[in-house]
């Protein structure tokens, strides 16, 4: 379904050329100080615009349908709406019989028997991300003092940053894409958030996160490097009685608990499947696999715009969890 949480119920809606696009949250408390301009940070944060990124522009302008009242959240369902302007459907059209590699035309037109919105990938667009940045503004506010912070890690596999722009380049040059890891971490995380088991931060964390479109890999602290490791290695040795730790190999995460420690969460984004080298995949209609040359306005780096995307996910993880309204 595309509604996530109990106690921060988050709805997203619209597909990429639709007239709008939208989020729904329910379970925002009450009195929370909340304006347009609140987003505008994170939503710019977001945008694209920078070289490696999609040169369709958007306002990105948000409106705030209802649940606020001179300021502040009523307490009432919160509603945010975002207009699609910039579309250029023609671009998609058909690609309902010559569906994209590792995009979800193919999956999309099976599952929804051909009745799904093909253009500029409908529902399953990055432009979706949207709706949960601003969700993530709201779910920001509901979590402060505690503050999360994404950064980009690597791209192409190379972690010096002084090589981005160079290697995005060079793919681009190739009519190819890139992908990248982000990372994020959560401060002023108190001990205990977190259940042990189906609502665990990580378990709550990844579903949010392997929402993101493109996204493929979720680990946190040590993650996969873990296995490599011993436990002499990998334990962190417990230094005060408020939890801290002198290593944080958990990612400030032990039995899906939060331990006061800072929660550090890495994320895979792959390369955009959208390229515009020609590439061969199946024509429904011939049963042939033909070559495709892919139209439309891409990404070359999704990375480059999804580390806001990750803080309002583990804002919004997190805002599951705190036992009470911070007011
Ligand atoms: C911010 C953002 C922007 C994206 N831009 C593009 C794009 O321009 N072209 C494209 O093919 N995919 C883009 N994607 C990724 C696709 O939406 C995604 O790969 C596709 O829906 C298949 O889903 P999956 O990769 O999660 O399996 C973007 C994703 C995000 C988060």
Request: hydrophobic share 40%; charged share 20%; net charge negative.
């Amino acid at each position: 379904m595309n509604t996530f949480g109990n106690k921060l119920r988050v709805t997203v809606f619209g597909e990429s050329h639709g007239e709008l696009i939208g989020v729904v949250l329910d379970g925002v408390p009450a009195g929370l100080p909340l304006s347009a301009d609140d987003f505008l940070a994170d939503l710019d944060r977001r945008r694209s615009g920078a070289r490696g990124t999609t040169s369709r522009h958007e306002s990105d302008a948000p409106h705030i349908v209802a649940g606020i009242y001179e300021g502040h959240t009523t307490g009432a369902p919160l509603a945010i709406t975002f207009d699609n302007g910039d579309t250029r459907s023609g671009d998609y059209a058909s690609l309902l019989d010559h569906p994209r590699p590792s995009h979800a035309d193919f999956v999309a037109a099976r599952k929804f028997h051909g009745f799904n919105d093909p253009r500029g990938g409908g529902h399953f667009s990055g432009r979706l991300t949207l709706t949960l940045v601003a969700a993530g503004v709201v779910a920001k506010k509901m979590i402060a003092p505690i503050a999360v912070a994404a950064v980009i890690k690597s791209i192409g596999g190379s972690s010096d940053s002084a090589e981005f722009q160079s290697i995005i380049e060079a793919a681009m040059a190739d009519g190819d894409s890139v992908g990248g890891v982000i990372e994020c971490t959560a401060t002023g995380v108190p001990v205990g958030l977190g259940e042990p088991f189906f609502d665990s931060v990580e378990s709550l964390a990844s579903h949010l996160l392997f929402s993101i479109p493109a996204v493929k890999g979720v680990e946190f602290g040590s993650g996969f490097a873990a296995a490599a490791l011993r436990g002499s290695q990998n334990n962190d040795p417990i230094i005060s009685p408020d939890g801290r730790t002198a290593t944080n190999n958990a990612g400030g995460i032990v039995g899906g608990i939060t331990n006061g420690n800072p929660s550090v969460i890495r994320v895979a984004v792959k390369p955009t499947p959208s390229i515009s080298r020609t590439q061969n995949t199946l024509r429904i209609s011939t049963g042939q696999v033909e070559s495709l040359a892919i139209k439309g306005r891409h990404d070359a780096c999704i990375a480059l715009r999804v580390p806001v995307v990750v803080e309002a996910a583990i804002a919004i993880a997190l805002a599951q969890l705190i036992p009470d309204p911070r007011l």
